[in-house]
């Protein structure tokens, strides 16, 4: 008896968190996000600085270059740098995930497989990059929070956190990128092509 209780309050807990996100999809997402509305809404992310800061030879230089003290303040801005830009790159691969679902209906509609092909890849990339970023910042707010209790800690090389197994951060967005730009240029031409450009 209290075996069926137990399974009757899971199943109605699961059934309620399930009917929650299904609400907040209604409320807060936008049911069809078209190439109009992907790049007013993209962040900036400068790839070039993003390289800087996971370069292990400049982090190597300011190593050797600074104090121990002034090394872990700058270290300590460096990680807060890098994890803003994984915040943009995530807000990025998030608009453009929901621009990838919205082509793919469309090429369902008109059994257009190249097309259906394309948002296939370029959603399991937007995947990809969102799971491998979220790794990475579970490890630089893990980082954070030790050094705040326990300062004197060994300190934490960016540079390691440019590949994380099979993720490459950059390698992965650069391609994230490309596969947005191809499917633009398929789709709509030049029309779309260089805002995407400039904004991703």
């Given at each position: 008896?209290?075996?069926?209780?137990?399974?009757?309050?899971?199943?109605?807990?699961?059934?309620?968190?399930?009917?929650l996100?299904?609400?907040?999809?209604?409320?807060?997402?936008y049911?069809?996000?078209?190439v109009?509305?992907?790049?007013?809404?993209?962040?900036?992310?400068?790839?070039?600085?993003l390289?800087?800061?996971?370069?292990?030879?400049?982090?190597k230089?300011l190593?050797?270059?600074?104090?121990?003290?002034?090394?872990?303040?700058?270290?300590?801005?460096?990680?807060?740098?890098?994890?803003?830009?994984?915040?943009?790159?995530?807000?990025?691969?998030?608009?453009?995930?929901?621009?990838?679902?919205?082509?793919?209906?469309?090429?369902?509609?008109?059994?257009?497989?190249?097309?259906?092909?394309?948002?296939?890849?370029?959603?399991?990339?937007?995947?990809?990059?969102?799971?491998?970023?979220r790794?990475?910042?579970?490890?630089?707010?893990?980082?954070?929070?030790?050094?705040?209790?326990?300062?004197?800690?060994?300190?934490?090389?960016?540079a390691?956190?440019?590949?994380?197994?099979?993720?490459?951060?950059?390698?992965?967005?650069?391609?994230?990128?490309?596969?947005?730009?191809?499917?633009?240029a398929?789709?709509?031409?030049?029309?779309?092509?260089?805002?995407?450009m400039?904004?991703?």
């Amino acid at each position: 008896m209290r075996l069926l209780a137990e399974l009757l309050i899971i199943t109605f807990a699961v059934l309620l968190l399930y009917l929650l996100f299904q609400l907040y999809k209604r409320i807060f997402r936008y049911a069809d996000r078209t190439v109009d509305d992907v790049a007013s809404l993209l962040r900036m992310v400068k790839l070039d600085q993003l390289r800087e800061l996971l370069d292990s030879e400049q982090e190597k230089l300011l190593r050797l270059n600074l104090p121990g003290s002034q090394f872990r303040k700058m270290q300590k801005k460096r990680v807060r740098r890098l994890l803003e830009y994984l915040t943009r790159m995530t807000h990025n691969a998030g608009i453009v995930w929901e621009w990838a679902r919205y082509e793919r209906k469309r090429s369902w509609v008109a059994g257009d497989k190249d097309r259906e092909e394309l948002t296939e890849d370029l959603i399991h990339t937007c995947i990809e990059v969102v799971g491998g970023i979220r790794a990475m910042q579970l490890q630089l707010h893990l980082w954070l929070v030790k050094n705040a209790v326990f300062p004197r800690m060994p300190e934490l090389s960016l540079a390691s956190l440019h590949r994380i197994e099979t993720f490459d951060l950059l390698a992965s967005y650069e391609q994230l990128r490309g596969i947005a730009l191809a499917l633009s240029a398929m789709v709509y031409g030049e029309s779309h092509f260089e805002q995407l450009m400039q904004a991703l």
